[in-house]
């Protein structure tokens, strides 16, 4: 079974961006981020809500393209339409029943960009399995949270911890659900 990977920016107090999407403030260089960007190469799929998915648009991300060439791309939303999207992007609904197709199809760990909602939805599903947090070193005060609205409450195994240029960290953590 394929385990769903967190793997995302925050700030210390728990946003993954600032208001009107501004992630500025969040370390875009350094051996930290190239390490980032080495472990995405080791996933094949990647799922994702509508928000982040059209967060991708600021950046040059076409409607109905792969953010990642390399991956399978799933984004979970009921109302998002796409004209022609390439074969490598899927729309699929808001439904347990797809994660867990997902999870037993062949492949790598799937890579879960993004977050808030649909990583809250995720969680307080039991889905995530295991969070890897690259905390930025600034307070942001408001923005989209790492958990968006849930209020799930869980406890975390710290599994590794790595220091970085520019004060980047980059934790894993294994979710711990309690039955």
Not at 40 to 46: G, R
Not at 67 to 92: D, R, T
Not at 105 to 114: K, M, P, R, S
Request: proline share 3%; with cysteine; glycine share 10%.
């Amino acid at each position: 079974m394929r385990k769903i990977v967190y793997y995302v920016a925050s700030s210390i107090d728990g946003f993954i961006s600032g208001l009107n999407d501004d992630i500025s403030g969040f370390v875009g260089t350094g051996n930290g981020v190239d390490k980032y960007l080495a472990d995405l190469a080791n996933f094949d799929t990647v799922i994702m809500g509508r928000n982040t998915y059209e967060f991708g648009y600021k950046y040059g991300l076409k409607p109905g393209q792969p953010a990642y060439p390399h991956m399978k791309h799933y984004i979970f939303s009921n109302n998002l339409k796409l004209e022609n999207p390439n074969q490598q992007v899927q729309i699929k609904n808001l439904d347990l029943a797809e994660i867990d197709k997902l999870q037993r199809e062949e492949g790598t760990d799937i890579y879960l960009c993004g977050g808030g909602q649909f990583a809250g939805w995720l969680l307080e599903n039991k889905k995530i399995d295991t969070l890897k947090l690259k905390l930025n070193p600034l307070i942001l005060g408001e923005g989209i949270k790492l958990f968006g609205n849930s209020s799930s409450n869980y406890k975390l195994k710290l599994v590794n911890s790595s220091i970085y240029e520019n004060g980047l960290q980059i934790m894993t953590f294994r979710i711990i659900y309690l039955m």
